[in-house]
């Protein structure tokens, strides 16, 4: 069977902060449908690689395609109208507006009336406004389990709701690829296990069909979700394949696993 084709071609990545090199050379290639995973000790450039890829960050060399046209000059904005959404590690959401607010900004680009067209067609961009926010609530909401939530403020909700409205802000953009910067961190179990069947929703009903790049640090959602999995130390992907060839990668254990597991033990 032929794999599908590839949606991110990320091609040897440099990144310095100063004298820190955050990626020294890094290059992968996610492929449409995969829920592609990134994981590594802290300080290993993870994030620093989702932000290059969304445009927050100008890698110094290195190429991004994205289905094949290269976007490395592009700006963030420019990415996300190709499709390329992103949730943060520590949610970015606007705390003293409203959960449905904050999902709207999120959609707010798919919106194609300008201000003057708004003037003149008045008719056509109340309808347009309606209709998107037809859109989010029904589909978005109810998908994210959030819908009787949507006249809150968001900074009042527990922090497990805030990363679902943070992941529903991401998806009113209806990515292609969706880059998760641990969804899982400072969930409960409960929580964890909520945003689990998200992300596999979201990647796997058609509806949706989105391809994940996921960050994070909890090894059971790592191998239950992860088409293939790689693993970063110091700015270099050391480890590259599916969850279980990862897991019993002798230097993965050694860079980053053994420590997960001295870890656990110790809580
Ligand atoms: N904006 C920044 N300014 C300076 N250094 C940064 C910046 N972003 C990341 N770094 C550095 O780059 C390295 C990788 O960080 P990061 O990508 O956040 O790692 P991770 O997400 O894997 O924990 C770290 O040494 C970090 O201090
Ligand atoms: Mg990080």
Same mark, same amino acid.
């Given at each position: 069977?032929?794999?599908?084709? !590839?949606? *991110?071609?990320?091609?040897?990545?440099?990144? /310095?902060?100063?004298? !820190?090199?955050?990626?020294?050379?890094?290059?992968?290639?996610?492929?449409?449908?995969?829920?592609?995973?990134?994981?590594?000790?802290?300080?290993?450039?993870? /994030?620093? =690689? $989702?932000?290059?890829?969304?445009? =927050?960050?100008?890698?110094?060399?290195?190429?991004? %395609?994205?289905?094949?046209?290269?976007? /490395?000059? $592009?700006?963030?904005?420019?990415?996300? @109208?190709?499709?390329?959404?992103?949730?943060?590690?520590?949610?970015?959401?606007?705390?003293?507006? +409203?959960? %449905?607010?904050?999902?709207? %900004?999120?959609?707010?680009?798919?919106?194609? +009336?300008?201000?003057?067209?708004?003037?003149?067609?008045?008719?056509?961009?109340?309808?347009?406004?309606?209709?998107?926010?037809?859109?989010?609530?029904?589909?978005? *909401?109810?998908? &994210?389990?959030?819908?009787? &939530? @949507?006249?809150? !403020?968001?900074?009042? *909700?527990?922090?497990?709701?805030?990363?679902?409205?943070?992941?529903?802000?991401? %998806?009113? $953009?209806?990515?292609?690829?969706?880059? $998760?910067?641990?969804?899982?961190?400072? *969930?409960? =179990?409960?929580?964890?296990?909520?945003?689990?069947?998200?992300? &596999?929703?979201?990647?796997?009903?058609?509806?949706?069909?989105? /391809?994940? !790049? &996921?960050?994070?640090?909890?090894?059971?959602?790592?191998?239950?979700?992860?088409?293939?999995?790689?693993?970063?130390?110091?700015?270099?992907?050391?480890?590259?394949?599916?969850?279980?060839?990862?897991?019993?990668?002798?230097?993965?254990?050694?860079?980053? =696993?053994?420590?997960?597991?001295?870890?656990? +033990?110790?809580?």
């Amino acid at each position: 069977m032929d794999s599908p084709p !590839v949606i *991110l071609q990320v091609e040897g990545i440099f990144l /310095t902060f100063g004298g !820190v090199m955050a990626l020294n050379g890094v290059s992968l290639a996610v492929r449409h449908g995969e829920i592609f995973s990134i994981i590594g000790p802290n300080g290993a450039g993870k /994030t620093s =690689l $989702l932000n290059c890829i969304n445009g =927050l960050y100008r890698p110094q060399r290195g190429r991004i %395609l994205f289905n094949g046209q290269d976007i /490395t000059r $592009l700006p963030a904005h420019r990415r996300a @109208r190709m499709g390329i959404a992103r949730t943060f590690q520590k949610t970015e959401l606007f705390k003293n507006m +409203t959960v %449905l607010d904050n999902v709207r %900004l999120g959609r707010h680009i798919h919106m194609k +009336t300008n201000l003057l067209d708004a003037l003149i067609y008045w008719g056509r961009a109340e309808w347009e406004e309606l209709a998107h926010r037809a859109f989010i609530e029904e589909e978005i *909401l109810d998908l &994210l389990e959030i819908g009787h &939530l @949507r006249h809150r !403020v968001v900074g009042m *909700l527990p922090y497990g709701l805030q990363k679902r409205v943070d992941l529903a802000r991401a %998806l009113a $953009l209806e990515p292609r690829l969706l880059l $998760l910067d641990e969804p899982m961190a400072g *969930l409960n =179990l409960e929580e964890v296990e909520d945003m689990a069947r998200f992300i &596999l929703e979201i990647n796997e009903n058609p509806r949706w069909g989105v /391809t994940c !790049v &996921l960050v994070e640090h909890d090894m059971g959602v790592v191998m239950d979700l992860s088409h293939r999995v790689a693993v970063l130390n110091f700015g270099n992907k050391i480890a590259e394949g599916p969850p279980e060839e990862i897991q019993n990668n002798p230097v993965v254990i050694q860079a980053y =696993l053994g420590e997960e597991a001295a870890y656990a +033990t110790r809580r």
